[in-house]
């Protein structure tokens, strides 16, 4: 009876763990996989970030006009994709996602505890940064987030130190982005000309 006992009383506890610790983990797990371009059959990392799809890489589709690689270096392509003007991130990304929305902005910072957290989560999220770091700078400073712009004078600046991503929102004077600091955990919002080149992060439609 107490060996049957002992049984009952161990699969109660073993069901209780897994409540209280497999179950969370399984609700929150960020789900992940890959998509493939069909235009030049790259492939790409997605991940889940509460109900949007991201591209956890950065997009490097080349366009005919409106994209470089930053300095013209192609050395730069792989790390860091290509940076675009804003006409033509409009239309880069693969058939089935876009440039996100400011609902999708606000969605993904609400998700990563707000603005001021989102920036440094994101980076930490980075699943291409993770596999390059130690690679590249065996200190984990890098990140392909920070993959700098071009300035609408053709010249490039910030690549490892900074990085801006478009968004779908045209204004007056330009149109929307999201901006990553290296060592800063906020999300920064900015309007920048049309015609600067920045990098395109697509979210499912």
Same mark, same amino acid.
């Given at each position: 009876?107490?060996?049957?006992?002992?049984?009952?009383?161990?699969?109660?506890?073993?069901?209780?763990?897994?409540?209280?610790?497999?179950?969370?983990?399984?609700?929150?797990?960020?789900?992940?996989?890959?998509?493939?371009?069909?235009?030049?059959?790259?492939?790409?990392?997605?991940?889940?970030?509460?109900?949007?799809?991201?591209?956890?890489?950065?997009?490097?589709?080349?366009?005919?006009?409106?994209?470089?690689?930053?300095?013209?270096?192609?050395?730069?392509?792989?790390?860091?994709?290509?940076?675009?003007?804003?006409?033509?991130?409009?239309?880069?990304?693969?058939?089935?996602?876009?440039?996100?929305?400011?609902?999708?902005?606000?969605?993904?910072?609400?998700?990563?505890?707000?603005?001021?957290?989102? /920036?440094?989560?994101?980076?930490?999220?980075?699943?291409?940064?993770?596999?390059?770091?130690?690679?590249?700078?065996?200190?984990?400073?890098?990140?392909?987030?920070?993959?700098?712009?071009?300035?609408?004078?053709?010249?490039?600046? /910030?690549?490892?130190?900074?990085?801006?991503?478009?968004?779908?929102?045209?204004?007056?004077?330009?149109?929307?982005?999201?901006?990553?600091?290296?060592?800063?955990?906020?999300?920064?919002?900015?309007?920048?000309?049309?015609?600067?080149?920045?990098?395109?992060?697509?979210?499912?439609?």
């Amino acid at each position: 009876m107490k060996t049957s006992r002992n049984r009952f009383i161990h699969c109660v506890m073993m069901t209780l763990i897994s409540i209280l610790f497999v179950l969370p983990f399984t609700l929150n797990a960020q789900q992940e996989g890959t998509s493939k371009d069909s235009r030049d059959h790259r492939v790409y990392q997605w991940i889940k970030i509460g109900n949007k799809i991201w591209m956890a890489e950065n997009l490097k589709f080349s366009t005919q006009a409106g994209s470089w690689v930053y300095n013209n270096d192609s050395s730069n392509l792989e790390t860091f994709g290509r940076l675009y003007d804003w006409n033509t991130a409009s239309t880069a990304c693969p058939k089935g996602w876009n440039l996100p929305t400011a609902l999708d902005l606000a969605s993904l910072m609400n998700t990563l505890g707000g603005r001021d957290a989102a /920036g440094g989560k994101l980076q930490q999220m980075d699943t291409t940064n993770q596999k390059i770091n130690k690679k590249i700078t065996n200190t984990g400073a890098l990140s392909t987030l920070l993959g700098g712009i071009r300035h609408s004078d053709g010249t490039f600046t /910030g690549i490892g130190l900074w990085g801006g991503y478009w968004s779908g929102t045209s204004t007056n004077d330009g149109a929307t982005n999201y901006l990553f600091a290296h060592g800063d955990k906020s999300l920064g919002l900015s309007t920048n000309d049309k015609g600067s080149g920045f990098s395109v992060r697509c979210v499912k439609k």
